[in-house]
């Protein structure tokens, strides 16, 4: 608790909290520099026996980092494990991190090549990080017709609909729902089923993450859609990377209720989606 007190202290609106219970926790680090070139998301659990028994569960998070660059972190993070066992290991991790952007900004490594975001922070997004995930822009169901459209097979069953139970706070109220999806064909026709909803289709923002394991290639097809809440799918489909969830479809619906509530609405966000999952 003190060391997360502390890291929470020093980092500020870098650091971020996933999930408090499960000990889920992200940090935003840079290369020091005005504009900084180079950012990775680092996000760890602490798992019971952390630290003097086990080590965190990590997963670094960059575009462009991959291969060697990802093997090597890797490693250094490691070694710093073992150097320090049973001690607090976090800080040492995100400053040897920042070594790292550092000397990748002074070297003549080229910039990464990092699609822009078009939105902007909203005022209230006290703790607002950039994913490695881009959301799509384009309208869910568009975009989603595109997918699917080379494709012409029958139109497969429905998958059922599990909805969990709301969370209200200062009037907005979110709520999760779910369903398991083996394809992009059936992630489309839940959100069509759920926008027939009018309570649904009112809502201020209706977020989603999907992740469909595809077994012959061994990789995931995986995408978010914000809808408006900046952020919010990215996160939303990194609890489920984290959480190893796979073949499903979560939507969380907010409805405002105006009063801002800052970070506290992307808490109930995933409040909500891990709720569902679990039941």
């Not at 089923?193 to 009112?202: D, G, M, Q, V, W």
Request: net charge negative; glycine share 4%; hydrophobic share 35%.
């Amino acid at each position: 608790i003190d060391e997360i007190e502390a890291l929470s202290s020093i980092y500020g609106e870098d650091w971020c909290v996933v999930d408090e219970d499960e000990k889920i926790y992200c940090i935003k680090i840079n290369d020091c520099l005005d504009q900084p070139k180079w950012t990775l998301c680092l996000q760890v659990i602490l798992l019971p026996g952390y630290p003097t028994a086990e080590p965190p569960i990590y997963q670094l998070n960059a575009p462009w980092l991959r291969g060697q660059d990802y093997m090597e972190l890797a490693n250094s993070l490691e070694e710093i494990y073992v150097q320090n066992l049973g001690e607090s290991i976090l800080y040492l991790w995100v400053e040897k991190i920042r070594e790292v952007l550092i000397e990748k900004a002074q070297s003549s490594d080229p910039e990464p090549d990092i699609k822009k975001t078009s939105e902007e922070v909203d005022e209230d997004d006290g703790d607002y990080f950039l994913l490695d995930h881009q959301p799509i822009q384009e309208d869910p169901i568009k975009m989603l017709n595109f997918i699917t459209s080379e494709s012409q097979e029958v139109d497969e069953e429905l998958p059922s609909i599990h909805h969990g139970n709301p969370i209200t706070d200062r009037r907005s109220t979110f709520q999760a729902h779910l369903a398991p999806v083996v394809t992009p064909r059936q992630v489309k026709r839940v959100l069509e089923k759920l926008y027939e909803n009018k309570k649904i289709a009112s809502a201020t923002h209706n977020i989603y993450a999907y992740r469909i394991y595809c077994e012959d290639k061994q990789t995931f097809l995986q995408d978010c859609e914000d809808d408006g809440e900046t952020a919010a799918g990215g996160r939303l489909l990194h609890l489920m990377q984290i959480l190893n969830v796979r073949n499903v479809l979560v939507v969380v619906s907010r409805w405002y209720g105006g009063i801002l509530l800052g970070p506290d609405r992307f808490k109930h966000i995933n409040n909500c989606a891990r709720n569902v999952l679990v039941e």
